[in-house]
């Protein structure tokens, strides 16, 4: 199995991601914050897009713990990167620092998006 680490480099918020492949199957895990854990799973599969059957999109399904905001980081990863890698992946995540303003709610989205970003980049290649 391979494995890849990534890490974001932002002043404050950083995550973390593993990419493993399993087979021709990739698990994804993404964590950060003072207590991580797992708050979201996404799995997805690639399909062809249903505007341009050219194109390779992808379709997720999703479970979230209650009480918990990390789906939307695990669909978009999990979705993005089985488009990208034309295979199915699993993605969960689970972030938490204790009471963020709006501001630093952006910066983690922001480092979510940079995350996502740098696993393409390694696991692209």
Do not use: C
């Not at 698990?27 to 799995?43: C, F, N, Q, R, T």
């Not at 992808?58 to 905001?69: D, E, I, Q, R």
């Not at 199915?88 to 709610?105: F, P």
Request: glycine residues 8%; proline residues 2%.
């Amino acid at each position: 199995m391979t494995t890849v680490i990534v890490k974001t480099r932002a002043e404050r918020y950083n995550l973390e991601a593993s990419g493993v492949w399993i087979g021709s199957d990739l698990l994804v895990y993404v964590w950060g914050g003072e207590a991580p854990h797992i708050g979201a799973v996404a799995m997805a599969t690639p399909r062809p897009s249903l505007a341009d059957a050219s194109v390779t999109s992808s379709t997720a399904s999703v479970f979230t713990y209650v009480g918990h905001k990390e789906d939307a980081l695990a669909k978009e990863i999990a979705e993005r990167l089985s488009a990208a890698l034309r295979t199915k992946v699993v993605a969960t995540a689970g972030i938490h620092w204790d009471g963020l303003d709006q501001e630093a709610i952006q910066q983690v989205e922001a480092n979510g998006k940079e995350l996502l970003e740098l696993l393409l980049a390694e696991l692209g290649n």
